[in-house]
């Protein structure tokens, strides 16, 4: 159980253009999930968190006109990154929890991640 | 905002040792203490997570220890196979929100030689 998918898993784009990235719950409802970024070698950065039908919550230096977050339904979060530039090449991996009333405890799950590449 | 620190950032061991990795923490309200494995382009996974009302948590190989009082939490790997090779991640919980916002720390590359 508890798992996490994520569509694409790579995407290569030019500059410019908008890229979409699903992040599904498979076999459980996620009442919260979690946006990150990954640089190589380096740690996961939490760039929002996005609870099902309502506004996400970006993380202090993250552009929510640039990445937007919709979480529209119980098993369904997408970020679109708007006008990506070369910069965004990144992982982007997303998790999903399930609110089970332990305050804030609950064990997150991840995707596999999509690996974007902006030329 | 929560202040995650890990150590050592690189770990090498021979196979059957062991291997501890520790992470201290700022806030003192963080209750849920996770460790994941991540393995080179794939997910983070997993492996064990301790909540603030023990001290210490063990599956087969694997323990994690809590001190609260201290801030701090340990990953403890015991009889290291090459398979452990990886860069494991400790991450602290969002204390008093309900929605379990993680911080992670900075990673630590553990190689296990055969």
């Known amino acids: 159980g508890a798992v996490v998918s994520q569509h694409p898993s790579w995407v290569i784009c030019k500059s410019g253009t908008s890229v979409k990235i699903e992040c599904r719950s498979l076999?459980?409802?996620?009442?919260?999930m979690f946006w990150y970024r990954q640089f190589p070698k380096q740690s996961l950065m939490l760039m929002a968190t996005?609870?099902?039908?309502?506004?996400?919550?970006?993380e202090q230096g993250v552009e929510k006109d640039k990445f937007l977050i919709n979480h529209a339904s119980l098993t369904l979060s997408t970020l679109t990154v708007t006008s990506a530039h070369p910069e965004d090449s990144s992982f982007y991996i997303c998790?999903?929890?399930?609110?089970?009333?332990?305050?804030?405890?609950?064990?997150?799950?991840f995707g596999p991640g999509t690996r974007l590449l902006v030329l | 905002g929560e202040n995650v620190e890990q150590h050592p950032s690189t770990l090498s061991v021979q196979e059957g040792d062991s291997a501890v990795i520790k992470c201290t923490y700022s806030d003192s309200a963080s209750n849920y203490f996770p460790w994941y494995k991540q393995e080179l382009g794939k997910r983070p996974q997993l492996i064990i997570d301790i909540r603030s009302n023990v001290g210490e948590k063990k599956d087969q190989r694997i323990a994690v220890t809590l001190n609260k009082t201290a801030k701090h939490f340990s990953l403890h790997i015991t009889e290291t196979q090459p398979e452990d090779s990886a860069v494991y991640f400790c991450?602290?919980?969002?204390?008093?929100?309900?929605?379990?916002?993680?911080?992670f720390g900075q990673g630590t590359i553990l190689t296990v030689h055969p």
């Open positions: 076999d459980f409802q996620a009442t919260t």
């Open positions: 991450a602290v919980n969002a204390g008093g929100t309900s929605y379990g916002k993680l911080t």
């Open positions: 998790s999903a929890s399930h609110d089970r009333g332990s305050g804030g405890q609950e064990t997150q799950y």
């Open positions: 996005s609870n099902e039908g309502s506004k996400a919550t970006y």
